[in-house]
């Protein structure tokens, strides 16, 4: 499985973007697919997360309410919708895919492929 992620940039608090993950490889064997966000010195944190068998979405308490993570053309595409942004969610945005069923969404050593990451900077 192959990840590809885009959309970051240079946004105002208060804001919105998506961000975007192409999904290629073998699609078909996807239990799930999360965004992840790391800032310098810091571990990479749990953002959202996807999952089809059963259809579930989680978010990390800090983004809940202003993100929202979905699917277009099945798994093909990942993307974040993320508004009123604020400082502290600036940072590199990593999207993840595993094939093997999760014992914890949260957790970023359970997902075998990742995206290059894609920045997003939060700034007045």
């Known amino acids: 499985v192959q990840l590809q992620a885009s959309g970051g940039g240079l946004v105002q608090p208060g804001d919105s973007l998506r961000l975007s993950c192409g999904v290629s490889g073998r699609t078909e064997s996807l239990y799930g697919l999360a965004w992840f966000r790391q800032v310098p010195g810091k571990d990479r944190e749990f953002v959202a997360s996807i999952l089809w068998h059963p259809a579930t979405t989680t978010y990390a308490p800090a983004v809940n309410g202003r993100f929202s993570i979905f699917r277009d053309f099945g798994p093909k595409i990942l993307h974040l919708q993320m508004g009123s942004l604020k400082f502290e969610d600036s940072g590199i945005y990593y999207c993840?895919?595993?094939?093997?069923?999760?014992?914890?969404?949260?957790?970023?050593?359970?997902?075998?492929?990742w995206g290059q990451g894609t920045l997003v900077t939060v700034s007045s």
């Open positions: 993840a895919a595993a094939t093997l069923k999760l014992r914890s969404v949260q957790d970023a050593t359970e997902y075998e492929f």
